[in-house]
């Protein structure tokens, strides 16, 4: 069970209680957030309380080597965080996304640390309501840009820099978004 300690395997098997740190790397910054009943420092960084940190994933575990999807979703958005996150100079794609699951004993304190995910982002999408505003993050693991290369759009010439027969992209022109594969 991945080298926990004996106190935090007890503390796994009866009743326990957990909060979560999600830090989103946004190109003007990290995003550090948490569903935590207050304001939360680990490792040196103070995560700030979101209320509508909604939708972290449940942890899974595998041996396979593949590609694993998450979707972080935020509602409840202060003006601040809104005004970062859609700045048109932030970029999101490619960009570090982790969250981590912090267990707590009966009194407290922090018994173990596990690692849910960590990845890159690959989408943001939002829904604006008349009632409620949400944003949501989707990443994938590390493994999603293993074996892409690096520079590649989403244009028939810049394909065929590295597929010369390659006609995949053809008609990329008539989409109206410029998506660039591989890392940042």
């Known amino acids: 069970m991945l080298g926990f300690s004996s106190a935090f395997k007890a503390l796994l098997r009866g009743n326990h209680r957990y909060f979560h740190t999600v830090d989103i790397d946004l190109s003007t ?54 005004a970062i996150v859609f700045d048109q100079a932030v970029t999101y794609l ?51 840009a293993f074996e892409k290369i690096s520079g590649v759009e989403t244009s028939l010439a810049s394909q065929q820099r590295h597929h010369a027969s390659d006609k995949g992209f053809e008609h990329c022109p008539a989409a109206s978004l410029n998506i660039r594969w591989g890392s940042r």
């Open 29 to 82: 910054g990290v995003l550090r957030l948490t569903d935590a009943s207050e304001d939360v420092t680990y490792q040196g960084e103070v995560y700030q309380v979101s209320h509508g940190l909604m939708a972290v994933p449940d942890a899974k575990q595998t041996t396979d080597i593949k590609t694993n999807e998450v979707a972080v979703t935020l509602s409840a958005i202060n003006t601040a965080t809104r």
């Open 94 to 144: 490619n960009r570090p996304l982790s969250i981590r699951r912090h267990y707590l004993d009966d009194q407290g304190n922090e018994v173990g640390v596990v690692s849910l995910f960590s990845g890159v982002m690959t989408k943001r999408d939002y829904h604006d309501g008349d009632d409620a505003f949400s944003i949501q993050f989707k990443a994938a693991s590390w493994w999603a």
